[in-house]
Nanobody, 121 residues
Framework: QVHLVESGGGLVQPGGSLRLSCVASKSIYSIYSVTMVWYRQAPGKQRELVARITDGGIANYADSVKGRFTISRDNFKNTVYLQMNSLKPEDTAVYYC?????????????WGQGTQVTVSS
């Protein structure tokens, strides 16, 4: 059962922009009162938090993306976005979204398929 679907990734040159989307399945839950989080995982590295947004719209960012990334949400569409500007090669990773606390299915943390972001010239 799919809970979260990420999209919007791709190949972009340094300095470019991408907008990621994360759609939560309305048949499973509404994100209206849920804190949502974007994570990323680069090859050989642990998954790291990139940005989070509370149900009230308060956003927090990792130091590495402050001033370049913007997280937003559309509760009506059950969707969270990550606008990424001034992209750098070090932003290359698979990006995932999740709830906070993390969605659990059958006793395990649930993760969607993620969306690949590659920043390269």
């Amino acid at each position: 059962q799919v809970h979260l679907v990420e999209s919007g990734g791709g190949l972009v040159q340094p300095g470019g922009s991408l907008r990621l989307s994360c759609v939560a399945s309305k048949s499973i839950y509404s994100i209206y009162s849920v804190t949502m989080v974007w994570y990323r995982q680069a090859p050989g590295k642990q998954r790291e938090l990139v940005a989070r947004i509370t149900d009230g719209g308060i956003a927090n960012y990792a130091d590495s993306v402050k001033g370049r990334f913007t997280i937003s949400r559309d509760n009506f569409k059950n969707t969270v976005y990550l606008q990424m500007n001034s992209l750098k090669p070090e932003d290359t990773a698979v990006y995932y979204c999740n709830t906070a606390p993390t969605t659990r299915v059958n006793g395990k943390d649930y993760w969607g398929q993620g969306t690949q972001v590659t920043v390269s010239s």
